[in-house]
């Protein structure tokens, strides 16, 4: 995710015979199954003054909204209709005993050809809030997104105040070559030849990151209060500026003022980027205006948020340090007291050398940014892993198990880099038992500059019970861990020149 351009590491959690078909066990699920067709198909999309084919679902960009309750199963049809693979992932739902419906082509399944279907068949389970789902192979994701909303089971409620209104916010933009972020498929009125988006009332705005880059966030004038993260309730707390990294879902009340003013305010969203690599550096704008007879829109006096500096990491610690679990009797932050296995993995960006006849954007023209995981980056297989797995005969060949635990030669992560940034291809893999508690130390590393890196886990939540600048500290820094209300996420990003701490089960 981001800019770094490559997947690093699989993990395989070995539960017997659960995975690999439709037909396999799912978790049991005690509410109605909802059920949808997803046609991808191509439609002609202008924006910026410029007309351009996209691969979509049912011919909507962004893609049509999955509404579900906390309890129900979801099956879900993709059929292709256009000349490139598809596969679609539903980024953040817990894949209890369903890994097969995870979506990323070449991990959990083969790509779904032109002209073939493949169903989708999960259960929400432990969840309510707001996710999403997304394309998975290629940078097909770039126009092939839409929200997935999770609400209450019936007859329960929110921990907090019912909203008037809720809508979805889905930030969207590619890596460095994308003109323009959008909201809600529109670049919004600071580009030429765009459409103004309106927001009234008071609202549960239900912010999705389908961009490629971290973003910050803000609307003039108002408040926002933050109450949930990645479809897991939070302490509500109070903020001017969001930061939301890649593949992240947080949901915000919006209060509208006791009095409608006769203003308009601009929704502002930019990059937050502290690497060396390009990245569009342009902010996406929306419009909240309130309902009042007096004036037209055009004559109303433009208020404009105030966003932090692209590269303002201190206050993204901050903001980061906020998020906190409800740690209640009904929604328990259930933090695994003992630790079977440990990691520690570098996270950062080398160098590979540049193919023959091309021209790359490296550090040097012969040479381009590779992301890794302890020195390793990620090659695609040609057999979707969890098929390679499960079908254990076939796996020789198609991976190995032997991905470091922990980096072959220790270094100072965030000190002077190494003279050698050349980083190491392969399609190594950590299989661990079912059931096991784990903790892993993810470190930045300076090797090319630091920078923050988005990461997700597919199919299982973790909590964030620590994080810092610097070089992790074995000794010193395990003791400030928070393991009474820590945040649970599925998508984190780890800090610019610092390290993250996460247990998960």
Not at 146 to 168: A, C, D, H, T
């Amino acid at each position: 995710m981001g800019a770094s351009p490559a997947i690093v590491m699989i993990l395989f959690v070995a539960v017997g015979c659960f995975m690999a078909y439709p037909e396999a066990v799912t978790a049991k699920h005690t509410g109605i199954t909802r059920h949808y067709t997803f046609n991808i198909k191509l439609k002609n999309i202008t924006r910026l003054c410029h007309t351009k084919s996209i691969d979509t679902v049912n011919r909507k960009f962004p893609g049509p909204r999955v509404i579900t309750r906390e309890g129900n199963r979801l099956v879900v049809k993709v059929v292709n209709h256009v000349p490139n693979n598809i596969s679609s992932h539903w980024h953040g739902v817990r894949q209890l005993r369903s890994g097969w419906a995870d979506g990323p082509s070449y991990i959990t399944q083969c790509p779904i050809q032109t002209g073939h279907s493949y169903v989708y068949n999960f259960t929400i389970t432990g969840q309510r809030g707001t996710l999403f789902w997304h394309a998975h192979i290629s940078w097909l994701r770039a126009t092939v997104y839409g929200p997935l909303i999770i609400l209450p089971r019936r007859n329960e409620s929110y921990p907090f105040v019912k909203p008037y209104k809720e809508v979805p916010i889905l930030f969207g933009g590619g890596p460095n070559v994308s003109d323009a972020y959008t909201f809600n498929g529109l670049p919004g009125p600071l580009y030429n030849c765009s459409a103004k988006g309106k927001a009234r009332e008071t609202y549960l705005l239900r912010l999705i990151n389908a961009a490629l880059s971290e973003l910050f966030f803000s609307i003039a004038d108002h408040s926002l209060t933050v109450v949930e993260a990645d479809a897991v309730y939070v302490k509500p707390f109070e903020t001017n500026v969001l930061m939301i990294t890649p593949g992240q879902t947080t949901n915000v009340l919006l209060r509208a003022k006791s009095t409608a003013p006769n203003v308009t305010f601009l929704m502002l969203a930019r990059p937050y980027a502290t690497g060396m690599g390009t990245f569009d550096n342009t902010t996406v704008a929306g419009i909240l205006e309130y309902e009042t007879p007096s004036s037209s829109l055009k004559n109303r006096p433009l208020l404009k948020p105030g966003l932090p500096a692209i590269n303002a990491t201190n206050f993204v610690a901050n903001f980061t340090s906020k998020f906190r679990s409800l740690a209640t009797a009904k929604f328990p932050a259930n933090v695994p007291q003992k630790v079977d296995k440990k990691f520690f993995f570098t996270v950062g960006l080398g160098t590979k050398p540049c193919p023959k006849n091309q021209t790359c954007q490296g550090p040097t023209n012969t040479t381009k940014f590779s992301a890794s995981m302890n020195n390793i980056s990620f090659a695609l297989p040609r057999i979707a892993l969890l098929q390679s797995h499960f079908f254990s005969q076939y796996s020789k060949g198609v991976y190995t198990t032997d991905f470091p635990a922990f980096p072959l030669i220790p270094f100072n992560y965030t000190g002077t880099p190494p003279n050698n940034t050349v980083v190491n291809n392969g399609t190594k893999l950590v299989v661990i038992p079912f059931n096991t508690s784990v903790e892993v130390v993810l470190q930045d590393t300076s090797i090319l500059g630091a920078e923050s890196h988005p990461l997700h886990l597919h199919g299982y939540n973790f909590y964030v019970v620590g994080q810092g600048f610097g070089n992790f500290d074995p000794e010193n820094d395990p003791p400030k861990f928070n393991l009474v209300d820590p945040v649970e996420r599925n998508t984190v990003g780890v800090p610019s020149g610092g390290w993250l701490q996460s247990f998960f089960k």
